[in-house]
């Protein structure tokens, strides 16, 4: 199999689409149903977050890296099959295919747990809130079967949007912490902190930052690759992580942990409890939009890596053909199906239960990604197809090295169920590959008699 590379696509995305793209995917609603997940933990979550942090801007910072040396690259499925061969390339890439889908699942619950703050109605039948989410599911598919720009202009109006609850929730609690400072020792948690508490803690709070690698996925609709995506992840990364953890520590310290541990809207409770009105709803419906903007990107990426692997033959030719608009139509319609099976099989359990797993199980199945493009960078760099000298050489086979080990302390945080439910969905892709395979050499065969 000859090394996939970029086609000759229409380059329609260019920095400030893929800074939002980046940001954009990560800010869903992820960060918003964050701290409800993450109560249990106590204080162990502020030790979490830092760790997080530091694990995903070193993750960005190897992204980033291969970006710039290999920018004709088909993003990390080439990056992974440059250092590793077909066969780990695709289980890599399946396993992050897994993981959008069943993202999409957690952002399209997550996004109807806000709305029932602003439709209460939705309550009313145990139906509703699957219908819903199966819904907005649909929509996005649509969207994005309209074409990289429609999606990509979306994207940047959405988190702009989004950015906006992010500050409300920043400058509350700075003027908590300014008027009353007592408020924040008032509800400390007593979860004892424990390394296990903090490891734990810390492979959840990773869900709120995936993503990161966003914009490497559509690499070939990307203007000037080698400087623009880059640039994107770095920043995006950096901006983050500072808000991830300055909007998850006021919750936190703010609500009783055991209300906050029941909450399906936190950060609307949030609001709603320091200020009273209808402060909690105006946020919820902004969370709503962050969520469907998560939505409308993850569809987006779903779609392009689909239609990747039937680029390169690991998926049937059918998924890659295109409309008018040079979208796959069927990719996507594919990526909205496996998404409904999901959000339909979540909705056994408490909104908040269903949440939690899924992030988890997202997470489990995003880490090889993360491990071996990390692991890529070394193996490439002692080939020498990484140049050896130079202080940015250097400097980027040292943040591969990190970010390799922060993936191995995230694998050991997924816990066992979620890492067999990876595992599970992983091997689905085994026989999709062989099978492949075997067409492909069917096909060669023919050719040959012909």
């Given amino acids: 199999m000859k090394q996939p590379s970029l086609t000759a696509e229409p380059r329609e995305l260019g920095f400030w689409m893929c800074t939002a793209l980046v940001v954009g995917n990560t800010i869903g609603i992820g960060i918003f149903m964050m701290p409800a997940s993450l109560a249990p933990y106590g204080l162990n979550a502020v030790t979490a977050w830092v760790i997080t942090a530091i694990g995903c801007s070193f993750i960005g910072w190897t992204f980033a890296g291969l970006a710039r040396v290999f920018p004709q690259d088909d993003g990390p499925y080439a990056y992974t099959f440059r250092a590793f061969g077909g066969a780990t390339a695709y289980m890599v890439m399946w396993c992050y295919w897994v993981s959008v889908w069943v993202a999409n699942a957690a952002i399209a619950t997550g996004a109807v747990g806000y709305l029932t703050t602003l439709l209460p109605a939705l309550k009313s039948n145990p139906l509703w809130p699957p219908l819903t989410a199966l819904g907005l599911v649909w929509f996005f598919v649509v969207i994005n079967v309209r074409g990289v720009r429609t999606v990509g202009w979306l994207q940047v109006l959405t988190t702009v949007l989004k950015l906006l609850p992010m500050a409300a929730v920043i400058a509350l609690g700075i003027w908590q912490l300014i008027t009353a400072p007592a408020a924040y020792t008032e509800h400390l948690p007593t979860t004892p902190a424990t390394l296990g508490n903090v490891l734990s803690a810390s492979t959840t ?78 946020l919820a419906a902004f969370v709503v939009v962050s969520g469907m903007g998560a939505l409308n990107g993850w569809t987006l990426i779903g779609g392009e890596l689909t239609q990747s692997f039937a680029r390169h033959g690991s998926f049937p030719a059918a998924l890659g053909k295109v409309n008018a608009r040079a979208a796959p139509t069927r990719a996507f319609v594919l990526i ?97 590959y062989l099978w492949m395979r075997h067409a492909r050499g069917r096909t060669a065969e023919l050719g040959q008699g012909a």
């Fill in 205 to 282: 709070a990773l869900f709120a930052m995936l993503g990161i690698e966003c914009a490497t996925i559509p690499a070939g609709r990307v203007r000037d690759p080698g400087r623009t995506i880059p640039r994107a992840t770095i920043i995006g990364t950096l901006l983050l992580a500072l808000i991830c953890m300055c909007i998850s520590i006021v919750p936190l310290l703010l609500i009783p942990q055991q209300e906050l541990a029941r909450s399906n809207a936190p950060f609307a409770d949030l609001l709603t409890r320091m200020l009273g009105g209808r402060y909690g709803e105006l």
């Fill in 336 to 432: 909205g199906l496996v998404t409904s099976l999901m959000i339909v099989m979540n909705y056994s359990k408490s909104l908040v239960q269903g949440f939690t797993f899924l992030i988890v199980v997202v997470t489990a199945a995003n880490l090889p990604i993360y491990f071996f493009c990390a692991l890529a960078v070394v193996v490439l760099w002692r080939r020498g197809e990484i140049a050896h000298l130079g202080r940015r050489e250097l400097s980027f086979v040292l943040a591969a090295l990190v970010a390799f080990a922060y993936s191995i302390w995230a694998f050991i945080g997924v816990g066992l169920e979620s890492l067999l439910w990876a595992i599970a969905l992983a091997a689905i892709g085994v026989p999709v």
